[in-house]
C-alpha cells in the first residue's frame, strides 16, 4: 500500500499495521475466532456471524473446530497446491505453517515450522478455472520466524482516495477508479492495462486487481523431508496492511513418508 510514500511519514498511513513487521503481531487464536471478536466486545468492524452447532460468536477455531476424517495426504518432501480467496483486499501478505495435530494449536507451535514456497508457481486461478501464472514476491528478512518466508498478496488493491498511489498521475480521483494508476502496484495480469481496465459499477474491480473475487491465488509449499509421519494442521495467516488485522485458517492434513514402494 502507498507504495510511493516516504517511510515514516504521515503519507506513509498503514507503517503501523501487521505487514510491516510479518509474523510479529499477537493473534486471539492461530486457528481464528469465529467473527473475529468475542460476543461481549463492543468492536470489530462489520463482523457479522451466526451461531450454529459447530460454533458461535467468538469461539475460538484451535479449540472448537473438529478433526476432519478424510484428511489430505501429503508426502514429505514433495510440493503441493495450496490456495486462498479474497472477499476484501486489505494487502499484506501471507504464510502456510504446520503444526502436529497432537499438541496446542498455537501461534508459537505453528511458528516452528513454516513453510517454504516453490517460486516459480504462484499463479492466478479464475472462477472458470483458467490460470495464469504470475511472477510472486517473497519477503524473509524482518519476518517472524526469523528465516522464513512469507508471500506478498498479488492482487493490488484499487482506490483513489489516498497519498503514495505508484502512479498518482493516471488515477482522477476522488472515487475515480478510472486510470491503471489507481491500483497500489501495477495489476499482475494483461487485462488489467489501458486507461479503463475496472468495471464501470463503481466496484473497482479489475481482471486482476481490488476487491478480487473472481478467482483464488494459488501456490506450491514445500513440505520439509525430515517431517515425521502423522496428522498435522495445516495453518494459514493473512497479515493485512491497510488494516490493523489478521486473518487466519487451519485444515487438516496427513503427512505420508515414501520409502521407494512403501508409504508410511
Known amino acids: 500500500m502507498n507504495v510511493r510514500a516516504v517511510d515514516g511519514s504521515v503519507e506513509d498511513s498503514y507503517r503501523f499495521n501487521p505487514w ?3 509474523g510479529y503481531a499477537p493473534v486471539v487464536d492461530a486457528c481464528g475466532q469465529a467473527g473475529g471478536r468475542y460476543g461481549m466486545c463492543p ?3 462489520d463482523s457479522v456471524f451466526t451461531n450454529t452447532s459447530m460454533a458461535k460468536l ?4 484451535s479449540q472448537v473446530l473438529p478433526q476432519t476424517r478424510n484428511k489430505a495426504r501429503w508426502a514429505a518432501g514433495s510440493s503441493v497446491e495450496v490456495a486462498w480467496g479474497i472477499r476484501y483486499n486489505y494487502g499484506g501478505g501471507y504464510q502456510y505453517r504446520l503444526c502436529p495435530a497432537n499438541e496446542p494449536l498455537t501461534e ?3 511458528q516452528k515450522m513454516p513453510l517454504e514456497f516453490d517460486r516459480t508457481k504462484q499463479a492466478l486461478v479464475w472462477n472458470n478455472g483458467t490460470r495464469y501464472p504470475i511472477k510472486g514476491v517473497y519477503v524473509d528478512t524482518g519476518v517472524k520466524p526469523a528465516g522464513s518466508t512469507w508471500a506478498r498478496n498479488p492482487v493490488p ?3 483513489d482516495d489516498n497519498f503514495g498511489l505508484h502512479d498518482p498521475d493516471s488515477c482522477p480521483g476522488p472515487n475515480g477508479r478510472s486510470g491503471p494508476g489507481c491500483t497500489q502496484f501495477p495489476a499482475p495480469c494483461p487485462q488489467d492495462t489501458g486507461p479503463y ?20 491465488i494459488s501456490d506450491h509449499i514445500i513440505i520439509p523431508e525430515d517431517v515425521p509421519a502423522g496428522d498435522y494442521v495445516l495453518g494459514w495467516r493473512w497479515d493485512c496492511e491497510e488494516t490493523a488485522q489478521i486473518w ?3 485444515a487438516d492434513v496427513h503427512i505420508t513418508i515414501s520409502s521407494g514402494d512403501i508409504v508410511v
Do not use: K, M, V, Y
Open 248 to 250: 487466519s485458517n487451519c
Open 20 to 22: 510491516r513487521a510479518p
Open 58 to 61: 467468538g469461539d475460538l477455531g
Open 43 to 45: 468492536i470489530g468492524g
Open 157 to 159: 488493491r484499487t482506490n
Open 197 to 216: 481496465p475496472w468495471s464501470t459499477d463503481g466496484s473497482g474491480q479489475g481482471a486482476c486487481s481490488g476487491d478480487w473475487t473472481a478467482g483464488l
Open 108 to 110: 508459537e507451535c505453528f
